[in-house]
């Protein structure tokens, strides 16, 4: 409707135009009244426009609407009088003039009323109509042709109106509900900037605020006003530098996507002001001007301080000990594969260290102070690493350290040195000072570029010879220790099957008195033939079935089966069979297994041998478990005595039937004083506590005089006999009393 006014002003014009053309051709009271008609009509519309011009020109009445309608008839009736009334008059000069005249009309005022279509057809069919007749009476040759077209146009005019009024509708339509999304929108945002934890903000092409709510500023510490216009990178700038390098690195790096155009997607910066650090997560994209360049950008502030802080605490969880706060396992094993694969390969040594005794503390003094004493352990290992160096914890209490740099033997030599010596000087750990022990393996890396598992493997490989070599020590990784590693597992694999594979036999070795040379019982001792790795001796393959946690299985294999032979010997005879840790760690499964095992035989004839170290483990527990076993009649024997540290302390606590001095004392014993004496000590104390002295690996005769003059009641060893195969020990006892006085050079009188 805006083009009313141009509209009403062509109407008048054109009276005018046809005043003037027509003034000396027709009657002036016609043509005055009919100006003044199309003039009084041009005047209303304009008023009705006057009238209703502050309304949004989207917006029209049903009413506003009808009168158009009406507006528009009577100005095209008007229009059409004009040539029904003057065209047959006037000359053909004038003739074309208000042809042209209402065909202007015709087409101009259809198009200029297209936003009101029924309008527009009022006024297309009257003034169309109009002329149409008008030609059809003016006799004029080219009238019928001229009709036609006419009639033509009309309908072009009146069906371009109606399909523009359509899409124009459509145009409001689409452009009201943007509106109405507009102030939703406006009202959304209001709200978050209000409400919301996020933040929002706008720059201009600058970098200075523009758009800025109240709650931007106060959390940027300064007022609204202030902020409008500020460069942002200005007035954050002390707090992006106090955030450190990474700071200004991470805000270099914003600026830098924001300069290249593109949208920003949750990009972390981080601001340090009195409150300490905090991180933001900034998402923003470009404003663009009609040109489609960067006038500005919007975009949102998130602070993210906590959740990011969650983060940093996963990611160093995920790389730290929580415990001791150094580096873990997987962080140790990556940055050793970062070392070994650059370039040029730098030489590097890995130290794997494991706490010798450490499962005592945790047994006997809790888990809290075991934690503790790692804790002690992690810092005593950091202090005396060097800086370049990094210590790890890889769990449990195995600890390691990666030396960078080329040190030679004699300086890795002197740092593990340090290392165990600050280890021993005694923790406080819960008002007790413990000193620790540790075993160390090392491993050198080659230029021939090592693997990560390759150099662990042999560090570990190196801390096993350390360990097995009596702790608290260190050792170099050498390739023979590879073969021995290999081996163990190749064992370690085989032993997994000996069992269903009938692959163990046991061998008897007697126990006779030294009296009067009376066999006693027999010792089990366990045999293991490979079809590969042949005949494997006991010491060598017990310690690999233990560590493999196969020792239950294979003790209660050796249990059984003893206790099945025990059984078809003479009654009164003992047998003793060997038991290792691991299947006292079960404790009432091993209980059990004992019983079922024995339940042919009476519980006195079978004897339970058991090595100082087993009991080393878990005190506690061993002792409880060999109680039970004892108030079932079961006898226990302390196997291989003086080879431990603290004998006597088990003794008290656990008054054991038998004893067995260890081979290595009776050997010496004949020769070297000292040994004699320790023997004597050892015989004296067990008669002190009431048991069974048996001595072990009686290979001479002058041994057995000699045990026997003291006091020791059995003799076991090849003197007497190798361990026998079952089917070996009816033999074995029919044969013996012939031999025995002579073997063991008894006096006479006393066989038996
Ligand atoms: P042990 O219980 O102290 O067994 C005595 C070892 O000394 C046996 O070695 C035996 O053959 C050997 N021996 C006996 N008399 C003499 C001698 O006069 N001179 C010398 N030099 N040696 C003698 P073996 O059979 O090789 O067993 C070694 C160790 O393996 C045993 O020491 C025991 O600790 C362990 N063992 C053997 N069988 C079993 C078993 O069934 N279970 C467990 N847990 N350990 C076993
Ligand atoms: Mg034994
Ligand atoms: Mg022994």
Redesign the pocket.
């Known amino acids: 409707m805006h083009l009313t006014p141009l509209a009403m002003a062509v109407n008048v014009a054109n009276a005018g135009v046809i005043c003037l053309v027509t003034w000396s051709q027709v009657s002036h009271t016609f043509l005055l009244g009919w100006s003044a008609a199309i003039c009084g009509l041009a005047a209303l519309g304009l008023r009705g426009w006057l009238h209703g011009r502050g309304r949004s020109r989207r917006t029209a009445s049903m009413r506003g609407m009808r009168r158009a309608v009406v507006q528009a008839s009577a100005l095209s009736a008007l229009w059409a009088v004009l040539p029904l009334s003057l065209l047959a008059k006037v000359d053909t000069g004038a003739q074309f003039i208000v042809g042209m005249v209402v065909t202007g009309m015709v087409c101009a005022g259809g198009f200029a009323l297209s936003t009101v279509p029924a309008a527009a057809t009022a006024w297309v069919v009257m003034l169309g109509t109009g002329s149409v007749l008008a030609l059809w009476r003016s006799g004029m040759s080219v009238a019928g042709g001229a009709a036609l077209m006419l009639g033509l146009y009309c309908c072009i005019v009146i069906f371009s109106a109606w399909s523009w009024a359509r899409s124009f509708g459509a145009r409001l339509v689409a452009e009201a509900r943007a509106d109405r999304q507009n102030e939703v929108i406006g009202l959304l945002l209001r709200d978050f900037e209000d409400h919301a934890s996020d933040l929002l903000w706008e720059l201009d092409a600058r970098g200075r605020f523009r758009h800025v709510s109240q709650r931007l500023a106060s959390t940027l510490g300064v007022t609204s006003g202030v902020l409008r216009g500020l460069s942002a990178t200005r007035l954050l700038s002390r707090a992006i530098a106090n955030a450190g390098e990474d700071g200004v690195a991470r805000w270099a790096a914003l600026q830098q996507l924001m300069a290249r155009g593109t949208a920003v997607r949750e990009h972390l910066v981080a601001f340090a002001g009195v409150d300490g650090l905090s991180w933001w997560s900034i998402s923003t994209h470009p404003l663009l001007d009609a040109k489609g360049c960067t006038e500005g950008w919007r975009g949102v502030a998130a602070n993210v301080t906590d959740k990011h802080q969650a983060h940093l605490r996963l990611t160093w969880l995920a790389h730290n000990d929580a415990l001791t706060g150094l580096v873990n396992r997987t962080q140790f094993r990556e940055l050793l594969q970062t070392l070994l694969a650059g370039a040029p390969v730098q030489p590097l040594a890995v130290a794997l260290i494991d706490l010798d005794d450490f499962k005592q503390v945790n047994d006997s003094l809790g888990h809290a102070a075991g934690d503790e004493l790692l804790r002690l352990v992690g810092e005593r290992l950091l202090s005396v690493a060097r800086r370049s160096d990094t210590v790890a914890r890889l769990g449990g209490d195995e600890f390691a350290i990666l030396v960078r740099g080329a040190a030679s033997p004699a300086e890795l030599s002197a740092l593990c040195g340090r290392l165990l010596d600050a280890l021993a000087a005694p923790c406080e750990v819960f008002d007790l000072a413990i000193a620790t022990r540790a075993s160390i393996g090392i491993a050198v890396t080659s230029a021939d570029g090592s693997g990560v598992d390759s150099v662990m493997n042999h560090a570990d490989v190196a801390l096993y010879e350390a360990k097995h070599s009596g702790g608290q020590r260190w050792c170099f990784f050498e390739p023979a220790m590879a073969d021995a590693g290999r081996r163990r597992n190749a064992l370690a694999a085989s032993l997994r099957h000996a069992v269903e594979r009938g692959e163990f036999s ?2 008897y ?1 007697p126990q006779v008195s030294s009296g009067d040379g009376r066999v006693c019982g027999f ?4 045999r293991w033939q490979h079809d590969e790795h042949g005949q494997v ?3 060598e393959f ?1 310690p690999i079935a233990e560590a493999a946690g196969l ?1 239950p299985e294979i ?1 209660a294999w ?1 249990l059984a089966e003893a206790c099945r032979q025990a059984a078809l010997w003479p009654s009164g005879l003992t047998v003793s ?4 840790a691991a ?1 006292l760690e079960g404790k009432q499964s091993f209980i059990e297994c004992v019983e079922e095992a024995a339940h042919g035989l009476r519980p006195e004839t079978v004897e339970l ?1 058991i ?1 100082e170290s087993a009991l080393v483990d878990d005190v506690d527990g061993a002792v409880t478990t060999l109680r039970a076993l004892r108030a079932k009649g079961f006898r226990v024997a302390l ?2 005595f003086g080879t431990g540290y603290s004998a006597l302390g088990y003794l008290r606590q656990l008054p054991f039937n038998t004893l ?1 001095i260890d ?1 290595s004392f009776i050997r010496d014993i004949v020769n070297d004083g000292e040994s004699r004496v320790l023997v004597e000590t050892i015989l004296a104390m067990s008669r002190g506590f009431g048991m069974t002295a048996v001595a ?4 001479r005769p002058e041994e057995a005089e000699m045990l026997r003059a003291r006091g020791c009641d059995l003799l ?4 007497v006999s190798q ?1 026998l195969a079952a089917d070996q020990v009816g033999t074995f006892l029919a044969e013996w009393p012939k031999r025995a006085q002579d073997t063991l050079r008894l006096p006479a009188p006393h066989m038996a």
């Not at 010792?523 to 366990?526: D, K």
């Not at 069979?577 to 290792?580: G, L, P, Q």
């Not at 072990?696 to 290979?699: F, I, L």
């Open positions: 046991l061998v070795q010792e089990a001792l366990l001796s006991p010491t017990i020792m003790g050796v069979i060997n038991v290792s299947q041998e090595t196997d291989d067995k081979r072990e690996g009686v290979e076991q060893g090849y003197l361990p």
